[in-house]
T-cell receptor
Framework: DADVTQTPRNRITKTGKRIMLECSQT?????MYWYRQDPGLGLRLIYY???????NKGEISDGYSVSRQAQAKFSLSLESAIPNQTALYFC?????????????FGPGTRLLVL | GQNIDQPTEMTATEGAIVQINCTYQ??????LFWYQQHAGEAPTFLSY??LDGLEEKGRFSSFLSRSKGYSYLLLKELQMKDSASYLC??????????WGAGTKLIIKP
């Protein structure tokens, strides 16, 4: 079973709709992240959470919100989707206690906003 | 601003060696990562450098020069399955991970 899972894997929605992307992990990691990836651009950080009570904005948080429901779950919401939010979204986790804090990624959610 | 530069695309031949370069300008430095990403899939960890020098892991090696803000990933004995994008990422002074846009490596028979 995958350690980091994302649902849905693919989603098509219309402009103005609210949608939620979900991420779950069984790695027991305290830190979780949401990124988006666009062709020709690097991964860009949307939000990150170092524990259940800690939520931080990343580089491109406008138009997004998050919820850390439990150590294992971190959800990303698009309040009112717009076409330029069409992208590949990745959730990632890391363990602060490791000597090398490697990030582990979920399989991604491909989102198309019409 | 913070910046990481990598070539957009490289082509190499099966069985050969290829070197993918990465230069960075970041506010502080706390380590450099290389990840591999096959098309449509998640990035996966390849290597980590925090001190100057070469780290070797099988067919893959990664080099770091902190004074030059430079790293490279060396792939030996290329296989078709090595066709992927290779992402360079630097941890800055705030321990934030800054990502390059990635280098798409095309392997030809």
């Amino acid at each position: 079973d995958a350690d980091v899972t994302q649902t849905p894997r693919n989603r098509i929605t219309k402009t103005g709709k609210r949608i939620m992307l979900e991420c779950s992990q069984t790695k027991g990691h305290d830190r979780m992240y949401w990124y988006r990836q666009d062709p020709g651009l690097g991964l860009r950080l949307i939000y990150y959470s170092f524990d259940v009570k800690d939520i931080n904005k990343g580089e491109i948080s406008d138009g997004y919100s998050v919820s850390r429901q439990a150590q294992a779950k971190f959800s990303l919401s698009l309040e009112s989707a717009i076409p330029n939010q069409t992208a590949l979204y990745f959730c990632a986790t890391s363990d602060f206690g490791q000597e090398v804090e490697t990030q582990y990624f979920g399989p991604g959610t491909r989102l198309l906003v019409l | 601003g913070q910046n990481i530069d990598q070539p957009t695309e490289m082509t190499a031949t099966e069985g050969a060696i290829v070197q993918i370069n990465c230069t960075y300008q970041t506010s502080g430095f706390n380590g450099l990562f290389w990840y591999q990403q096959h098309a449509g899939e998640a990035p996966t960890f390849l290597s980590y450098n925090v001190l100057d020098g070469l780290e070797e892991k099988g067919r893959f090696s990664s080099f770091l020069s902190r004074s030059k803000g430079y790293s490279y990933l060396l792939l030996k004995e290329l296989q078709m399955k090595d066709s992927a994008s290779y992402l360079c990422a630097v941890t800055d002074s705030n321990y934030q991970l800054i990502w390059g846009a990635g280098t798409k490596l095309i392997i030809k028979p």
